[in-house]
């Protein structure tokens, strides 16, 4: 018994090691902060240990994104807050009720449409109502606020620089993972769906996933970006990849709409065995990047799905040029048409798909 508890932190301490060394990060990032504003003499020392907590994030690029985020609003605020305090009487209740509205209802349209600068609002409101501004002034307020958000913001970044830096392309890595798995699962209910009425929730379900997780792949780019522009790395650009994400995705949303019912018997007696071995080599080959994706290696080739996407398209010509397809309603060509399209598009972005993840690989 004595033995199964320390293993069972040590595989706890694994599982989460993450989220264990942000917490470090965060702490010693707070202590140090403390230290220097002592050090520099700030008289509130709070809002420096305060902005080193808020910037660290689980990322060297997301704390740079945080540092940018919380320097632009704060400098923003501040400024609005210097022009509000010596243009606005304030002396009773009734004028500083009208100052906070003036002061605050700019910022907040702006905070609207630019989350970036949610901290706006309250570094004006700092300026307007705390008793510092009121005893050195609210130019003086402003720059020493301006001095504390800074030194902690750059405590912080500095941090998780040295302190075992968490690189936003293990996020992007596993976003992209995911958007694969999940893309593979949506293809197989696609295509069954021509041979069988499939659940529009279930579906779209997997849609809301892929698109979730497209997106946290493309915050993640963004971070790795900033990194890139801090750490001087030769890494190539992930932007692309989730490109080519996205494309593939809308290649899906194509087959989707030309198999939201099953085909007629006679094409389905025709195409069954094409639309079986598409579904089953791009299925395998999705899951094949998500893994190669998610071990930093090389990809697979997409040769197998070329030859697969190629012999469904001769299997469509093939139908034509037997007049079989003459006698077919107009709405059901028109799905047979479309789903041709839709799947040489994804032979291209499959392909695409390959020099992403290669690049992503080697990088």
């Not at 504390?148 to 912080?156: K, M, R």
């Not at 003459?326 to 390959?354: C, I, M, S």
Request: hydrophobic letters at 55%; aromatic letters at 4%; proline letters at 6%.
């Amino acid at each position: 018994m004595t033995g199964v508890m320390p293993t069972t932190l040590k595989l706890w301490a694994q599982t989460h090691q993450a989220r264990l060394w942000l917490s470090v990060r965060i702490v010693v990032a707070c202590v140090v902060t403390f230290a220097a504003a002592h050090l520099l003499g700030f008289a509130q020392s709070y809002w420096a240990v305060l902005s080193s907590v808020i910037v660290m994030q689980s990322s060297v690029g997301g704390s740079i994104k945080a540092t940018v985020d919380r320097l632009t609003g704060s400098l923003g605020g501040a400024v609005w807050g210097v022009v509000v305090c010596l243009g606005v009487p304030h002396h009773d209740i009734l004028t500083l009720g009208v100052a906070l509205g003036v002061a605050v209802a700019p910022l907040a349209v702006v905070t609207a449409f630019n989350p970036a600068w949610r901290v706006a609002p309250v570094t004006a409101l700092i300026l307007l109502l705390t008793p510092t501004s009121q005893v050195i002034g609210p130019v003086d307020a402003a720059i020493q606020r301006m001095l504390e958000v800074g030194l902690g913001s750059v405590i912080a970044v500095a941090v998780a620089l040295v302190l075992a830096p968490a690189r936003s392309r293990a996020d992007l890595t596993d976003a992209a993972r995911t958007a694969l798995e999940t893309l593979a699962a949506l293809m197989t209910d696609l295509m069954a769906g021509l041979r069988e009425a499939r659940d529009p929730l279930a579906v779209e379900g997997l849609h809301e996933a892929v698109r979730a997780a497209i997106a946290r792949a493309e915050t993640a780019a963004d971070e790795a970006r900033r990194e890139r522009l801090v750490t001087i790395t030769a890494a190539p650009d992930p932007a692309p990849l989730c490109r080519t994400l996205r494309r593939v995705h809308h290649d899906l949303i194509m087959v989707g709409r030309v198999s939201l019912t099953p085909w007629p018997a006679p094409v389905e007696a025709d195409l069954a065995g094409p639309v079986a071995a598409v579904t089953d080599t791009v299925t395998q080959f999705l899951v094949a990047m998500a893994a190669a994706i998610g071990r930093h290696a090389a990809p697979p080739p997409a040769a197998r799905e070329d030859g697969t996407l190629a012999d469904f398209s001769q299997a469509v010509a093939a139908l034509h040029a037997s007049g079989a397809a003459n006698a077919l309603p107009e709405a059901v060509v028109a799905r047979l048409f479309g789903l041709t399209f839709a799947l040489e598009q994804l032979r291209k972005d499959l392909g695409d798909l390959v020099e992403r993840a290669r690049e992503l690989a080697e990088g």
